[in-house]
């Protein structure tokens, strides 16, 4: 993979992640901000849907997707940093696992 491409993918998943965090977000709020965070959370996913067709136009599919499992990674951490949820000693071996998957794939 090309570092634009690289580039793109981690663009892609961080777009996706934040879009989840904002969609947990705008849950906790009010009516009236929680239309504006709802409003960003899809802006963001968006984002990240147009960063992956461009991403899917430079790299073969079944090479790309399973890269699609760091969007699962950055959300874990993202939900750590920005809603104070506790990671347990499983959620660390599941990171570690799809990592490593990912890793293996990227190799090959």
Do not use: N
């Not at 950055?74 to 570690?96: R, Y």
């Amino acid at each position: 993979m090309t570092p634009l491409g690289f580039l793109l993918v981690v663009l892609s998943e961080s777009a996706s992640a934040a879009g989840q965090i904002f969609f947990k977000r705008a849950m906790a709020h009010e009516q009236s901000r929680m239309a504006l965070i709802l409003t960003l959370g899809i802006i963001a996913k968006a984002a990240g849907v147009f960063l992956w067709v461009g991403v899917m136009s430079r790299v073969q599919l079944s090479y790309l997707y399973p890269f699609d499992a760091f969007s699962g990674v950055m959300l874990m951490f993202a939900a750590s940093i920005f809603l104070k949820e506790k990671m347990t000693p499983s959620l660390w071996v599941g990171v570690a696992l799809i990592c490593t998957g990912v890793l293996l794939v990227s190799r090959s």
